[in-house]
């Protein structure tokens, strides 16, 4: 059996309740030379407090949970790496889950945080029609902050997000710049808010230009790579006329590349391709791919400090964060 509270107690000539103000940074009643015996005593025996014991004192048990979408896509891993390294330098504990993009899977996530009484949750739901997740938790008054994707109906709470349309408008712009009146957009799944106001920074580029989109050239899919293989296969099968590619994001725009490889089409002399997002592979790909980048790690830093501010009640003077994205040219444009 391990060190107990009362082990300390009695080494230090102390009552149980003194030891255990110290052990949770309460200073009221125990004098400075006490506390630094105690901490002493502590480190001597190595003492690990337990979490429930301390929960029941603070309310707290340090722990916040994150639930991501798709860990197989690389966005989500460097998202998830940000908020556990912010939230261990606050001295607390993360725990991940992976939805698969299933609901189901989701709500089961977020009835187990309610069950293991962690103190807030970081959600990047698979669906952003569906706010019973929120309302979960709401209900459970248990702090939470929407990472990356907006949910419909809970546009007032707190959450870190990108400028997506603005990231889009920006790619767009340039193709059509660069001459490209025929764009194909191959959109993720417009079920999420991040789709949805891509392709809106897509339209708004084409009417501020006043070139006109044909919609056979756009195509909604997953976030995967097999969506930019299957769509430009299908485009060339059709003979469809097009000279560019703008994709939802970085693994639908390597996918892209791979069916252009295999139709014999040089990037970019005879087709340009922009991603989104900028994730490691971009960059290692050949050629290296053109994106817009948005700032992975910093928002999973971001959303976790957001988090914990608010489960630690401190002052929030800003509850909505909204980052800026940047375009990235590499190798598969022309500049």
């Keep these: 059996m391990g ?4 082990d300390i107690a009695k080494r230090a000539n102390v009552s149980k309740a003194t030891v255990s103000r ?24 190595n003492y690990q407090p337990s979490l429930i014991a301390r929960g029941l004192v603070t309310k707290r ?4 949970g994150l639930i991501i979408p798709d860990i197989a ?40 945080f309610i069950k293991k009484s962690v103190d807030g949750v970081i959600l990047t739901s698979s669906l952003s029609k569906s706010n019973l997740q929120c309302r979960l938790l709401k209900d459970r008054n248990i702090p939470f902050i929407l990472l990356d994707r907006y949910i419909e109906g809970m546009e007032t709470e707190s959450g870190v997000f990108l400028d997506n349309e603005a990231g889009a408008y920006q790619a767009t712009s340039y193709l059509l710049t660069n001459g490209h009146e025929r764009i ?20 708004k580029a084409h009417l501020d230009r006043g070139v006109a989109i044909d919609y056979q050239l756009i195509h909604e899919g997953e976030y995967h790579l097999d969506n930019g293989i299957h769509f430009v296969e299908e485009l060339f099968a059709k003979k469809m006329d097009f000279t560019a590619v703008f994709a939802g994001n970085d693994l639908i725009a ?30 290692l790909i050949e050629p290296p791919l053109s994106t817009v980048a948005q700032p992975i790690y ?31 040219l590499r190798e598969t444009t022309r500049q």
């Excluded at 949770?24 to 480190?43: A, D, H, P, Y």
């Excluded at 048990?61 to 916040?64: D, F, G, P, T």
């Design 3 to 6: 060190t107990t509270i009362s």
């Design 22 to 45: 110290v052990i949770n940074n309460k200073s009221e009643g125990v004098g400075e030379e006490t506390r630094q015996k105690i901490l002493k005593i502590i480190k001597e025996l």
């Design 61 to 64: 048990i340090n722990s916040i």
């Design 73 to 112: 896509n690389p966005f989500f891993p460097q998202l998830a790496r940000g908020a556990e390294d912010a939230a261990l330098k606050r001295g607390y504990n993360l725990f991940l889950c992976n939805s698969d993009n299933n609901l189901e899977k989701e709500k089961l996530y977020i009835d187990a």
């Design 184 to 203: 194909a957009f191959i959109s993720g799944p417009f079920s999420v808010t991040t789709a949805w106001q891509r392709f809106q920074g897509f339209q």
């Design 254 to 283: 390597i996918g892209a590349l791979k069916a252009l490889k295999k139709q014999g089409i040089k990037v970019p002399d005879g087709m340009e391709v922009i991603g989104f997002d900028n994730i490691g592979l971009a960059s």
């Design 298 to 328: 910093e928002m999973g830093v971001l959303g976790a400090d957001l988090l914990i501010d608010l489960i630690e009640g401190k002052e929030v003077k800003q509850n909505r964060i909204f980052l800026k994205p940047e375009l990235i």
